[in-house]
C-alpha cells in the first residue's frame, strides 16, 4: 500500500569496480478478500424447476470482522558492477512479516457454511536472493556469457487458529501449524510390517502400535515443508557470428513429498483380481511369514476386515521422500540471417530458431518421480519434451 526506501552509491570506478550501490526499503502491502465482505452476497439462480419462480442462493456469507492480510517488508540490498560491467550483480535481504492472513476455513455448518474466509494467523518470510550476470568471453565474432540467479526463504507461521488435535488431522494432509513452515509434511514413525503382514508403528515413548487409533499428535514425526525454500537458475549463453545458443537450468529443492507408494490402501481385492491399473511396486507385498523381515516390503493385501492399520502405511514416515529437482527447462538455438543477404527480397531481418523446452531432469527421491506433476496417489504424466521451430521475419 505505500513503501520508502533510499539508495546510495557507495563507490564508483575504483580499479576494478565500476559502482557499488547499497538500497534499503521498508513498506507495508495489502491483500483483499475479493470474493467475500462485510454484506451477505446474493446471487440470481435462474428460475426453480418445481415453482417457476425466480430463486437465488448466497453466494458469500456477510462477515463484518474481515480484515486485511497486511505485510510489513524490509529490504536490504547491494548493487555492483564489475570489470567495465562485465560482471554485474546484486544481493539482497528481506523480512516479511505477514498479519491477518486470509484463507478459508473450516466453520460449524451449523451456522449455514462449512467453510468461511477469514483471518486466521501471522507468519514470518526471512530470505536472502543473489543474482549475477556475467560476459565471460567478448570478441569481434564470439561472446560467452553466465546468468545465475539463487534465493532461500524460510517461512514460518508465527500465529494460527486450528481445530484438528488428534492425529490423524495431523498425518492426513498438508498442515499449517504454529511453529511451522505452511504446508508441512507429518508423519507416522513406520515400526515395519507384524508377522501377519500388517504395518505397525512407534508412538514417541518407543512402544509400538497395530491402529492408527491408538496414535496421538506428539507421535508424529515433522518430515518438512512441501514448498521449496531454496531456488536457483543457470542460464549460459554462446554466440558465433550469426548463431547464438542459449541454455537454462532450473533448481528447487528442500522440500520433501510423498512417495507415491504411501496411498496404496491394501483394503482390496486380490491382486491378480484388481480390475484398476496398480504400480508395479506393490506386486513385492507380504505373503509369507518371514517376509516381514524386507525393509521395503509391502503390507499383505487384505479385504474389508476392517483393521485400522491402513494408515500405518499410506502416511509411513519411510514414504517421505526428498523433492529436490533440476531440469534443463529450455535451449535455444537461433541463425540470424546477414542484412545484406535480404536487401534484394525488402526483408530487414530474418531469424530462425529452434526451442527445446524440458529436455532433461534430475530428481533425488529414489524412483525418480517427477516432483512438478507427482502426488501422493499418483506418479503423474512426466512433462515431455517439445520441440518449436519460429521464424521470424522483419519487413
Keep these: 500500500m505505500w513503501s520508502v526506501g533510499l539508495q546510495h552509491i557507495i563507490l564508483e570506478n575504483k580499479g576494478v569496480l565500476d559502482r557499488l550501490a547499497g538500497r534499503l526499503t521498508y513498506g507495508i502491502n495489502g491483500n483483499v478478500a475479493k470474493d ?34 497486511k505485510t510489513k517488508l524490509v529490504n536490504v540490498g547491494v548493487d555492483f558492477n564489475l570489470f567495465d560491467n562485465r560482471l554485474n550483480g546484486s544481493v539482497e535481504f528481506y523480512n516479511k512479516a505477514t498479519s491477518d492472513l486470509l484463507g478459508n476455513r473450516l466453520t460449524d455448518s451449523t451456522f449455514g457454511w462449512s467453510s468461511l474466509m477469514l483471518n486466521y494467523g501471522s507468519m514470518v518470510n526471512r530470505g536472502v536472493e543473489f543474482s549475477l550476470q556475467s560476459e565471460i568471453v567478448r570478441t569481434r565474432d564470439f561472446s560467452f556469457g553466465v546468468d545465475f540467479l539463487f534465493s532461500y526463504n524460510k517461512n514460518k507461521l508465527t500465529k494460527i487458529d486450528n481445530s484438528g488435535t488428534s492425529a490423524s488431522s495431523w498425518y492426513s494432509s498438508y498442515q499449517n501449524r504454529e511453529g511451522y513452515p505452511m504446508s508441512s509434511i507429518f508423519a507416522i514413525r513406520y515400526a515395519g510390517l507384524d508377522s501377519e503382514g500388517n504395518p505397525t508403528a512407534y508412538k514417541a515413548d518407543g512402544t509400538i502400535v497395530n491402529s492408527v487409533n491408538d496414535l496421538e ?47 496404496y490402501q491394501f483394503t482390496m481385492y486380490p491382486v491378480l483380481n484388481y480390475a484398476s491399473n496398480m504400480d508395479r511396486d506393490r506386486l513385492n507385498f507380504w505373503q509369507k511369514p ?4 524386507d525393509p521395503d516390503m509391502n503390507p499383505a493385501f487384505q479385504y ?25 527447462r529450455d535451449i535455444t538455438l537461433g541463425y540470424t540471417f546477414p542484412k545484406q543477404w535480404l536487401r534484394s527480397a525488402s526483408i530487414q531481418g530474418l531469424r530462425l530458431s529452434l526451442q527445446i523446452q524440458n529436455a ?11 516432483p512438478e506433476v507427482a502426488t501422493a496417489s499418483s506418479r503423474g504424466q512426466h512433462i515431455p519434451a517439445t520441440y518449436t521451430f519460429g521464424v521470424a521475419l522483419d519487413f
Design 360 to 370: 532433461f531432469y534430475w530428481a533425488a527421491n529414489k524412483k525418480h518421480l517427477d
Design 290 to 293: 518371514g517376509d516381514e523381515l
Design 304 to 328: 474389508k476386515n476392517g483393521k485400522t492399520c491402513s494408515g500405518l502405511w499410506q502416511y509411513a514416515d519411510k514414504h517421505i521422500e526428498r523433492a529436490d529437482y533440476i531440469k534443463l
Design 36 to 69: 467475500t465482505g462485510p454484506y451477505m452476497i446474493v446471487a440470481d439462480n435462474g428460475t426453480n424447476y418445481y415453482t417457476n419462480e425466480y430463486q437465488a442462493y448466497v453466494k458469500s456469507a456477510p462477515n463484518p470482522t474481515l480484515r486485511w492480510e
Design 217 to 263: 499428535a506428539k507421535d508424529l514425526v515433522y518430515k518438512g515443508t512441501t514448498n521449496a525454500p531454496y531456488s536457483s537458475s543457470l542460464t549460459t549463453r554462446f554466440a558465433y557470428k550469426n548463431f547464438d545458443l542459449s541454455m537454462m537450468f532450473v533448481y528447487y529443492g528442500g522440500n520433501v513429498m510423498r512417495d507415491v507408494a504411501s496411498s
